[in-house]
T-cell receptor, first 113, second 113 residues
Framework: NAGVTQTPKFRVLKTGQSMTLLCAQD?????MYWYRQDPGMGLRLIHY???????AKGEVPDGYNVSRLKKQNFLLGLESAAPSQTSVYFC????????????FGQGTRLTVV | AQSVTQPDIHITVSEGASLELRCNYS??????LFWYVQSPGQGLQLLLK??????LVQGIKGFEAEFKRSQSSFNLRKPSVHWSDAAEYFC???????????FGRGTQLTVWP
């Protein structure tokens, strides 16, 4: 099993450019999450999804959009990248309420110049 | 609002010494509690979890954690630290909001040889 796979692993964007980060899980998990990790800030939740076709805002949703068209995929979009979005992005998934532990991808390091 | 606090940003211990990393949560009912470890450049790996029952839980790599409701704490312990334990450790909880996880800011562990 691959678990949670994030694409790409590294990316450099210019201010104002757009991009999409892809997260795929092969564990048949219902819940998926996007976090960003910044030094000294821990992990902050951007958006999450509790099932195919549903999304919800987390702590820091501004400047990001998400879609969950298929159960196994969760896409994070940046429409107009800003230097403040320079961060490491992690996708995670969990099965359901009765098994809430999250499994994480390896991360995407994004730099906006 | 629900939150998780890790009071120690950085801890240094000698190899072979015992370790305790502190975690406090704010939530009325008993939350789901987790400890994750992150090695440099890697994603987060689940060390252990607590849902209910026995308040002392065992995890991987020789770690254990104790849930204390009276202190709203879930501290991580290891009797004898190995150099390979050097990493960042995150405490997390999942409370009343469906599918949402809350992370502490992390504790960086340095191990002296």
């Amino acid at each position: 099993n691959a678990g949670v796979t994030q694409t790409p692993k590294f990316r450099v964007l210019k201010t104002g450019q757009s991009m999409t980060l892809l997260c795929a899980q092969d564990m048949n998990h219902e819940y998926m999450y996007w976090y960003r990790q910044d030094p000294g800030m821990g992990l902050r939740l951007i958006h999450y999804s509790v099932g195919e076709g549903t999304t919800a805002k987390g702590e820091v949703p501004d400047g990001y959009n998400v879609s969950r068209l298929k159960k196994q995929n969760f896409l994070l979009g940046l429409e107009s990248a800003a230097p403040s979005q320079t961060s490491v992005y992690f996708c995670a998934s969990s099965y359901r309420d009765t098994q809430p532990e999250a499994f994480f991808g390896q991360g995407t390091r994004l730099t906006v110049v | 609002a629900q939150s998780v606090t890790q009071p120690d940003i950085h801890i240094t211990v000698s190899e072979g010494a015992s370790l305790e990393l502190r975690c406090n949560y704010s939530y009325g009912a008993t939350p789901y509690l987790f400890w994750y470890v992150q090695s440099p450049g890697q994603g987060l790996q689940l060390l252990l979890k607590y849902f209910s029952g026995d308040t002392l839980v065992q995890g991987i790599k020789g770690f254990e954690a104790e849930f204390k409701r009276s202190q709203s704490s879930f501290n991580l312990r290891k009797p004898s630290v190995h150099w390979s334990d050097a990493a960042e450790y995150f405490c997390a909880s999942r409370g009343s909001t469906l599918g949402r996880l809350y992370f502490g800011r992390g504790t960086q562990l340095t191990v002296w040889p």
